[in-house]
């Protein structure tokens, strides 16, 4: 219950965030300056991120690799255990940062869980077009809870959140170059961040609908060779990943994961016919590619290991670009149908997610009543 009340909490002060992009706004028929908007704005956005903070950092035992992964981890540091290079360097350095003030391991989960939100929530401030509804996302997603079990991937995620910000329409070499530093970041908490590269070439490949159905029907043939030759290549990644060399099962989720997707993907071709208009919109193009790629990984899941861990690269912008797309679509009777199925799917996959026990979030534990 108290993930609730947390969500809710959140998104109602989300709610307070009226206009991202800066423009004057009217609110009770006045009229009030950008930058006083913008305050408002800025301090709604940081109150809304607090709740999901304070919940994250100071949660005890809660997520599989709580005690089994990240607390080891931190002594591993600590002590200067070989055993640490099984770890990405980023995390290793935010571990040592850590050991250098206390020994007390919670204060990694402090930091991790300042990074991640940090992250996400500046990232919705700048791009989404519909913040509050964006935070909702975030939750229904499940992407805030498997920050409590993928730490370290979920900050690299955050991160590169962040550096789609920079490629905007407009974006320049500069922006571009920021973009891959922040991919260079990210990798050193996870490597599968370098799969992001791929987002500033897909950006600025136009493709039609009918092109999505071609590449969709050419995957379907072709994906066992496509396979072959990814599994030749990935292992060069980090030496940790070849325990997962010939492990099929690990890459296994449940069917729905594929279905949701293939729905989105769906709504976002319709969305791309009734809207002409978008197909010259960088970020629209990047999202539909984002959301092809998503369902081809879905689909080869269990034949590829960690396959499925990539996918989360692909999905996890869902939580900005379908409410904007959203926002812009003419129809006010189909808008209505959309943000419902849309919540719908997001909710039945959360729901699924929450009482199975994935990730083993619940019961609440903190570390005020451990």
């Not at 599989?64 to 981890?73: A, E, K, M, Q």
């Not at 250098?100 to 791009?127: E, G, P, R």
Request: hydrophobic fraction near 50%.
């Amino acid at each position: 219950m108290i993930y609730f009340f947390m969500i809710v909490i959140s998104c109602l002060i989300a709610m307070n965030v009226k206009n991202v992009d800066g423009k004057i706004v009217a609110v009770r028929y006045k009229v009030i300056s950008s930058n006083k908007r913008k305050i408002k704005d800025i301090f709604h956005t940081i109150m809304s991120a607090v709740p999901p903070f304070l919940m994250s950092a100071l949660r005890y035992g809660i997520g599989t690799d709580y005690l089994y992964g990240y607390v080891p981890i931190f002594y591993w540091v600590q002590y200067d255990n070989p055993k640490q290079k099984e770890v990405e360097e980023g995390y290793i350095l935010l571990n040592k940062l850590v050991t250098f003030y206390t020994d007390n391991y919670q204060w990694i989960f402090v930091l991790t869980s300042f990074i991640y939100i940090a992250c996400v929530f500046y990232a919705l401030y700048k791009s989404s077009k519909k913040f509050w509804y964006s935070v909702l996302l975030f939750f229904l997603s499940y992407n805030y809870f498997n920050s409590y079990n993928i730490v370290r991937q979920e900050m690299a995620m955050a991160i590169i959140l962040v550096g789609l910000t920079f490629l905007q329409d407009e974006a320049k070499i500069k922006d571009y170059v920021k973009f891959i530093v922040l991919v260079l970041i990210a990798s050193t908490l996870h490597r599968t961040a370098l799969i992001s590269l791929l987002f500033p070439i897909i950006m600025n490949i136009k493709v039609d609908t009918k092109y999505i159905l071609v590449f969709s029907i050419f995957g379907l043939f072709m994906k066992n060779t496509l396979i072959e030759l990814f599994i030749g290549q990935a292992y060069f990644l980090h030496q940790r990943y070849l325990v997962y060399a010939g492990n099929i099962s690990h890459s296994e989720l449940p069917i729905q994961f594929l279905v949701f997707n293939s729905i989105f993907l769906a709504l976002m071709l319709y969305l791309d016919y009734k809207n002409k208009d978008l197909r010259n919109d960088k970020h629209w193009n990047t999202a539909k590619w984002m959301q092809f790629i998503a369902v081809f990984s879905y689909s080869v899941q269990g034949m590829i290991p960690y396959v499925t861990r990539m996918a989360l690269y692909f999905t996890f912008p869902q939580i900005i670009y379908l409410p904007n797309i959203l926002v812009k679509h003419g129809s006010k009777v189909e808008k209505r149908w959309m943000y419902g199925l849309v919540t719908l799917v997001f909710l039945i996959d959360f729901l699924y997610n929450y009482f199975m026990g994935f990730g083993e979030i619940r019961p609440y534990t903190s570390i005020f009543n451990k």
